[in-house]
T-cell receptor, first 111, second 114 residues
Framework: SQQGEEDPQALSIQEGENATMNCSYK?????LQWYRQNSGRGLVHLILIRSNEREKHSGRLRVTLDTSKKSSSLLITASRAADTASYFCAESGGSNYKLTFGKGTLLTVNP | DTAVSQTPKYLVTQMGNDKSIKCEQNLGHDTMYWYKQDSKKFLKIMFSYNNKELIINETVPNRFSPKSPDKAHLNLHINSLELGDSAVYFC?????????????FGEGSRLTVL
């Protein structure tokens, strides 16, 4: 089964800097989603980008999708300490709604 | 109001025991899921139910048995627990199973098998 791969596995930046995380996937998708998981908590949906979209914005988040390269990136601008979390991409494809998650990027934003 | 709630949050038990985790969603969604997150944070789908009907059953040992008494509830029973079952189990729900929307997750149930 397909499985997204995030890159890098871990990222440490200073408050105010931008953070970019990348995701690669293996097969055709209907959409690709990004989720955040704070330590010890459940996953929270951030943004969904459909296969016919190339870029999407939501507040300080910008997601791009390149279906020819089977990759997506999540940019968080002007990061805050509260953005410290693991970020997962999840690909949606197939007849039944099965989200397949990548291994995640652990983002640490230092105050 | 908690949208997706699961209990218990923590579960510590001995190998060989049987345990259950319960999940409820008050979002009016049709579809519910169980995911397992291992120690490396890898999240893998186990089961999905749509309106009480099983629609996804990944390669999961038959010691794991999901039950959905109604579309707002999805429970997970695990028989003869093994060390490798230690993980965080997440319940989630979505509007339907049509590939169009987001998942709403519970806070997780951390299972430790000794």
């Amino acid at each position: 089964s397909q499985q997204g791969e995030e890159d890098p596995q871990a990222l440490s930046i200073q408050e105010g800097e931008n953070a970019t995380m990348n995701c690669s996937y293996k097969t055709s998708i209907n959409n690709l989603q990004w989720y955040r998981q704070n330590s010890g908590r459940g996953l929270v949906h951030l943004i969904l980008i459909r296969s016919n979209e190339r870029e999407k914005h939501s507040g300080r988040l910008r997601v791009t999708l390149d279906t020819s390269k089977k990759s997506s990136s999540l940019l968080i601008t002007a990061s805050r300490a509260a953005d410290t979390a693991s970020y997962f991409c999840a690909e949606s494809g197939g007849s039944n709604y099965k989200l397949t998650f990548g291994k995640g990027t652990l983002l640490t934003v230092n105050p | 109001d908690t949208a997706v709630s699961q209990t218990p949050k923590y579960l510590v038990t001995q190998m060989g025991n049987d345990k259950s985790i319960k999940c409820e969603q008050n979002l009016g969604h049709d579809t519910m899921y169980w995911y397992k997150q291992d120690s490396k944070k890898f999240l893998k789908i186990m089961f999905s139910y749509n309106n009480k009907e099983l629609i996804i059953n990944e390669t999961v040992p038959n010691r794991f048995s999901p039950k959905s008494p109604d579309k707002a509830h999805l429970n997970l029973h695990i028989n003869s627990l093994e060390l490798g079952d230690s993980a965080v189990y997440f319940c989630a729900s979505s509007q339907d199973h049509s590939n169009t929307g987001e998942l709403f997750f519970g806070e997780g149930s951390r299972l430790t098998v000794l």
